[in-house]
């Protein structure tokens, strides 16, 4: 049994604000504990199914170098480093492969536009203003999802924030395990379940995942497209003339590929050219 954690950072039990998001922040590095915590308690979920279970950990958010591997529970690898493509054509899911036999998500967030959403966003706050799949609007959850199942790896079990329970029950499969870390309450607020409470919770929720991985079926891509709505016009210009990247309005690009993954590593090196120059976290 060979299993991906996928670990972001705003949707982690007690995570609500920029100052715990990024280096420097001055809750930053508490945070970054409370995200290992979280990973943890998904490992042992893993663990207390498949006692000889192979995990991969994937350190999805900004500098994607905020696990603390030392206090990261054994024997989990982890994939750590900044989020250039040519460091990680997979985003979040770089060392994923088709080897795998399960995927988790932990410490997910809405995506960008969903009103009152925490944190809410999709790969990149500042530029990314709507991604959608199919004519549907998707955040990074069902992306993720769509690139897992296109390996044929069902996801068991996602944790984040309340708010992104709707896309988990509208998107992913019906037996897919969620389990809020805490009540959204606006942008930068919400009800925070006690860390003792969510490392219980996220490791019952990821066992059940576990338990039921024989009927939790893949999503599956219907298209090899990722249409990305970019927030100003000059960032639609500067995907111009990449591979696989069509301007189909003025501030909109749609990037596509011969699989579902292909479009995705167009898409985010698009994405990444949108942004100019690195900015900090990425470099
Ligand atoms: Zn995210």
């Known amino acids: ?20 998001l990024m280096p420097g922040g001055q809750d930053y590095q508490s945070a970054r504990l409370l995200m290992t915590q979280d990973v943890n ?13 192979e995990i991969v950990v994937g350190d999805g958010h900004g500098t994607m170098r905020n696990i603390l591997i030392q ?14 493509p040519r460091n990680k054509p997979l985003l979040q899911l770089q060392g994923f492969d088709d080897s795998f036999d399960a995927a988790v998500m932990v410490g997910y967030h809405s995506m960008a536009g969903v009103e009152g959403g925490l944190l809410a966003h999709t790969y990149v706050g500042t530029t990314i203003k709507k991604l959608s799949i199919d004519g549907q609007e998707c955040g990074e959850v069902t992306t993720n999802a769509l690139l897992f199942g296109e390996s044929e790896v069902p996801v068991v079990a996602v944790t984040g924030n309340s708010c992104l ?34 490392t219980a919770r996220i490791q019952e929720s990821v066992a059940s995942g576990m338990q039921l991985l024989p ?8 298209v090899n497209e990722i249409c990305v709505e970019f927030y100003r016009r000059e960032m639609a210009l500067a995907c111009e003339g990449l591979a696989n990247a069509s301007r189909t309005d003025t501030c909109t690009v749609v990037f596509s590929g011969d699989t579902f993954l292909s479009a995705f590593k167009a898409m985010w090196i698009g994405v990444s050219a949108a942004n100019k120059q690195y900015p900090e976290w990425m470099s």
């Open 1 to 20: 049994m060979k299993v991906f954690i996928a670990a972001d950072m705003e949707g982690i039990t007690g995570v609500v604000h920029r100052d715990q």
């Open 41 to 53: 308690a998904a490992i042992a979920g893993i663990l207390s199914v498949h006692n000889d279970a």
């Open 71 to 84: 206090e990261l529970a054994a024997p989990a690898t982890l994939v750590s480093g900044p989020a250039q």
């Open 165 to 198: 329970a709707d896309e988990v029950s509208s998107n992913l499969h019906a037996k897919t395990q969620f389990y809020a870390t805490k009540e959204t309450q606006g942008p930068t607020c919400a009800l925070c379940f006690h860390p003792t409470q969510t």
């Open 215 to 222: 009927s939790i079926t893949p999503l599956h891509p219907t």
